[in-house]
C-alpha cells in the first residue's frame, strides 16, 4: 500500500480573459482560464492521454486514489493524478469535461462526447477501441443523437452542434510503442505510414459526416516515458543528452513528420475544413529538457510508482497496486505513472497549446468559441 497519499484539491478557475493564472505551491504550476463565452461541442478521439474514463466505463476496471487527488479529488477514470490536457482545453472554451461515450451512468452529451480509450492505437483495425471503432462509434451517435433529442431526449447534441463541432484527434502513441515491443527500429519506422493512413480515413469519414473543424496533436517523446527508460534494455549511447531513449524519440519525430503532411494534404482537398497540426512532442520535449526552468524537480522520476531511483518504475507493481509509493507534490514532477503525466505537466503543455506558438497554421484555440 502507499506510503504518502497526500494531495490538493485545487479549485477550478474560468476567466473571461485570455490568460494564464501561474500558481505556485499548491500542487498545479498553471491553470488555463476561459477563452470563450460559449464553447463548441467537442469530440475527441484518442488513447489514455485524453480518456477521460471510457477505459474504465467499459472493463469495469476502477483507477481509484491516488488517481484523480490533485483535483477533483477522487477516481474518474482519468489515468492520472488530476486533469488531463483535453480538461484545460475544454476549460478553455468554457465547456465542461467530456464524458466517455461509453459511460452509461449519468452522462451529459450536449458539450459532446469522449470517445478516446486507453490503450487504443490505429491498428488493428476493428479491435476495441482502435480509432477506426472510436469512428464508428461516433458515426453512430451523431446519426441517434439529433433524432432522441427530438423525442425529449436531455443532454445530446442536436444537429447544427456537429457541423460546428471541434473534432480532437490525439492519438499514435501506443502504435509506436507497441511496435517497439518486438520490432527494431528500421521496422517501425517503414510500418508508420499505415498508422498514418488509418487517422486519414479517420478525418475523412468525420468530415463526409459534416465536420469541419479538426484540431490533431501529434505524438509526445516515446523515450522519454520512464517506462521506457526503465523497461528496455540500453547503453550511454543510446541516451541523448536528456536521459531520453534516441530511437523511440526518432521514431515519434518521423510519425510527427508524416502527421504533418497528412494535415498539409488534407487543407488542400477538404472544402471549408479547418485543420490544426499541434506540436505537442516540443512541448513535452522542451518540459523535460529544461524541466527545473518550468518549475518541476524531476522530469524522469515517476510520482507513483515502485523501484526507487532513477525511474522509481516497476513493471510489475503500477501505481495503485500493492505495494506502490507515491510522491507528497505532484506538482513537482513531471511523470505520475510512468506513461501518463502529471496534472501540472498537463497544465503546463495545455498552456503551451494554447498559446498557438506550436500551431500550423497559427490558429487561436478560441478560433473555435461559438458566437
Same mark, same amino acid.
Given at each position: 500500500?502507499a506510503?504518502?497519499?497526500g494531495g490538493l484539491?485545487v479549485p477550478?478557475?474560468?476567466?473571461s ?5 501561474l500558481?505556485?505551491g499548491l500542487g498545479l504550476?498553471?491553470l488555463?482560464?476561459?477563452q470563450?463565452?460559449r464553447?463548441?461541442?467537442v469530440?475527441n ?5 485524453s480518456d477521460?474514463?471510457g %477505459?474504465?466505463a467499459? @472493463? $469495469?476496471? !476502477?483507477?481509484g486514489?491516488p488517481?484523480?487527488r #490533485?483535483?477533483?479529488p477522487e477516481? &474518474?477514470?482519468?489515468?492520472?493524478d488530476?486533469?488531463?490536457i ?11 469535461y467530456?464524458?466517455? %461515450?461509453l459511460e452509461s @451512468? $449519468?452522462? !451529459?452529451f450536449?458539450?459532446?462526447a469522449n470517445f #478516446?480509450?486507453?490503450?487504443?492505437? &490505429?491498428l488493428?483495425?476493428?479491435k ?8 464508428l462509434e461516433?458515426?453512430?451517435?451523431r446519426s441517434?443523437s439529433?433524432l432522441?433529442?427530438?423525442r $425529449?431526449?436531455?443532454?445530446?447534441v442536436g444537429?447544427d ?6 473534432? &480532437? ?15 527494431p527500429?528500421s521496422q ?5 505510414p499505415?498508422?498514418?493512413e488509418?487517422?486519414r480515413?479517420a478525418?475523412?469519414g468525420?468530415?463526409k459526416s459534416g ?17 521506457k ?5 540500453h547503453n550511454a549511447?543510446d541516451?541523448?543528452e536528456h536521459?531520453c531513449l534516441?530511437s ?11 502527421l504533418?503532411?497528412l ?8 472544402k471549408?475544413?479547418?485543420?490544426v497540426?499541434?506540436?505537442?512532442f516540443a512541448?513535452k ?5 529544461n524541466?527545473a526552468?518550468?518549475g518541476?524537480?524531476t522530469s524522469?522520476?515517476?510520482?507513483c510508482?515502485?523501484?526507487?531511483p ?6 510489475n507493481?503500477g501505481c495503485g497496486?500493492s505495494?506502490?509509493?507515491v ?6 514532477y513531471v511523470?505520475w505513472?510512468g506513461v501518463?503525466?502529471t496534472?501540472a505537466a498537463?497544465s503546463f503543455?495545455?498552456?503551451r497549446?494554447?498559446?498557438?506558438n506550436y500551431?500550423t497554421?497559427?490558429?487561436?484555440f478560441?478560433?473555435?468559441c461559438?458566437?
Amino acid at each position: 500500500m502507499a506510503r504518502e497519499r497526500g494531495g490538493l484539491c485545487v479549485p477550478n478557475l474560468r476567466a473571461s480573459a485570455c490568460a494564464v493564472v501561474l500558481v505556485l505551491g499548491l500542487g498545479l504550476r498553471s491553470l488555463v482560464a476561459a477563452q470563450c463565452k460559449r464553447g463548441p461541442v467537442v469530440f475527441n478521439f484518442g488513447d489514455s492521454n485524453s480518456d477521460t474514463g471510457g %477505459y474504465s466505463a467499459a @472493463l $469495469g476496471a !476502477n483507477f481509484g486514489l491516488p488517481n484523480g487527488r #490533485a483535483f477533483f479529488p477522487e477516481g &474518474t477514470g482519468r489515468l492520472g493524478d488530476g486533469r488531463l490536457i483535453i480538461d484545460f482545453l475544454c476549460e478553455s472554451l468554457n465547456t465542461s469535461y467530456l464524458s466517455p %461515450y461509453l459511460e452509461s @451512468l $449519468g452522462p !451529459n452529451f450536449s458539450d459532446g462526447a469522449n470517445f #478516446a480509450i486507453g490503450g487504443a492505437a &490505429t491498428l488493428p483495425r476493428y479491435k476495441p477501441f482502435s480509432l477506426d471503432v472510436q469512428v464508428l462509434e461516433f458515426l453512430r451517435f451523431r446519426s441517434r443523437s439529433p433524432l432522441l433529442l427530438s423525442r $425529449g431526449y436531455p443532454n445530446l447534441v442536436g444537429e447544427d452542434g456537429f457541423g460546428n463541432a471541434l473534432y &480532437t484527434i490525439d492519438i499514435g502513441q501506443n502504435d509506436l510503442a507497441g511496435q517497439f515491443d518486438h520490432l527494431p527500429y528500421s521496422q517501425v519506422v517503414q510500418n508508420i505510414p499505415t498508422f498514418i493512413e488509418e487517422i486519414r480515413l479517420a478525418i475523412w469519414g468525420i468530415y463526409k459526416s459534416g465536420g469541419k473543424n479538426f484540431w490533431v496533436h501529434n505524438t509526445g517523446p516515446l523515450g522519454c516515458l520512464p517506462q521506457k527508460l526503465a523497461t528496455i534494455a540500453h547503453n550511454a549511447s543510446d541516451v541523448d543528452e536528456h536521459g531520453c531513449l534516441k530511437s523511440l524519440n526518432d521514431a515519434a519525430r518521423v510519425f510527427n513528420r508524416q502527421l504533418q503532411s497528412l494535415c498539409e494534404e488534407l487543407r488542400s482537398q477538404m472544402k471549408n475544413a479547418t485543420i490544426v497540426y499541434v506540436d505537442v512532442f516540443a512541448i513535452k520535449y522542451d518540459l523535460i529538457a529544461n524541466y527545473a526552468e518550468h518549475g518541476f524537480e524531476t522530469s524522469l522520476m515517476v510520482c507513483c510508482g515502485n523501484g526507487g531511483p532513477p525511474y522509481n518504475y516497476n513493471v510489475n507493481i503500477g501505481c495503485g497496486q500493492s505495494g506502490y509509493t507515491v510522491c507528497k507534490e505532484g506538482s513537482r514532477y513531471v511523470s505520475w505513472d510512468g506513461v501518463h503525466y502529471t496534472e501540472a505537466a498537463n497544465s503546463f503543455v495545455a498552456s503551451r497549446i494554447l498559446s498557438a506558438n506550436y500551431s500550423t497554421p497559427p490558429v487561436s484555440f478560441n478560433f473555435f468559441c461559438s458566437v
